[in-house]
């Protein structure tokens, strides 16, 4: 099932009346696709904004001023507002998405590693023992790695709030900025064309040679798009992964199966 988007539905109409002879119909979708994703980019602006001020707020916080980590090199990031131009142009739509999906890219390139340093550190102090974890050093450690610990957390949940609040806008953000995309590479005179695996102008004589067949494929053909938009690398890793998971849970049943007495 294909669920068609808004702005699909908008470029066929468009094609339609391109064809029916209106000859500004490609121009007004276009201005439709505009403000639209132009919407969009403000609700998800303002979004973004809220999420730097707020890791902004959790790297000035006093109750974390023990933690110690070096956020430095994401100060100017967070500082930077986020702005969705009033004259939204495709370009600029496509710079905004890609924003919008890493809001704070510098930032979360350094929560992973800290996390993960975290994590080491908080395992070693649990490995010594009570006698250990009691002195005057370690108990400042422990301050420390609690700081850590709430600081990491407090940031970690405000950019997950951020995608899970603004998940559905972003899609749609993704979609029609495909949308819009797609109507000046079919169009790019503004005026209808046959475009291979869209649609395409057949008269009844070669309706005939196809023995009156109503097969839309027949006539239109096919293409097969690459979406530029779609990070196949990340996907097939996913996949992989994914494979190797259930090959290694089947292998474990298996081996649990030759195990049983009958």
């Known amino acids: 099932i294909n669920d068609y988007s808004p702005g699909q539905l908008v470029n066929f109409s468009a094609m339609m009346e391109s064809y029916r002879g209106d000859g500004e119909a490609i121009r007004k979708a276009a201005e439709q696709h505009k403000a639209h994703t132009g919407e969009l980019a403000k609700v998800l602006a303002r979004a973004a ?11 000035g916080n006093n109750a974390y001023k023990l933690a110690g980590l070096d956020f ?119 005026v209808y064309r046959d475009v291979e695996g869209l649609c395409k102008i057949v008269d009844l004589a070669e309706v005939i040679e196809n023995d009156y067949s109503l097969t839309p494929g027949r006539y239109v053909g096919y293409r097969i798009d690459i979406d530029e938009d779609f990070d196949y690398q990340k996907r097939l890793a996913e996949i992989h992964a994914e494979l190797s998971e259930l090959t290694q849970s089947a292998n474990t049943l298996l081996t649990a199966i030759k195990g049983v007495n009958l």
């Open 49 to 59: 904004e809220s999420l730097r001020r707020a890791c902004q707020s959790h790297l």
């Open 72 to 190: 430095s090199t994401a100060a100017a990031e967070l500082a930077e507002s986020i702005i969705a131009d009033e004259e939204l142009t495709l370009a600029r739509s496509r710079e905004l998405r890609d924003l919008f999906e890493q809001p704070v890219p510098a930032l979360s390139a350094l929560l992973e590693p800290y996390q993960a340093q975290w994590e080491q550190a908080r395992k070693a102090f649990a490995a010594l023992d009570k006698q250990a974890q009691t002195t005057d050093a370690n108990k400042t450690h422990k301050k420390k790695l609690d700081a850590q610990g709430k600081q990491l957390k407090a940031l970690s949940l405000a950019i997950k709030a951020y995608f899970e609040n603004a998940g559905d806008d972003l899609k749609n953000l993704k979609q029609a900025v495909r949308d819009w995309r797609m109507l000046g590479e079919y169009f790019p005179d503004g």
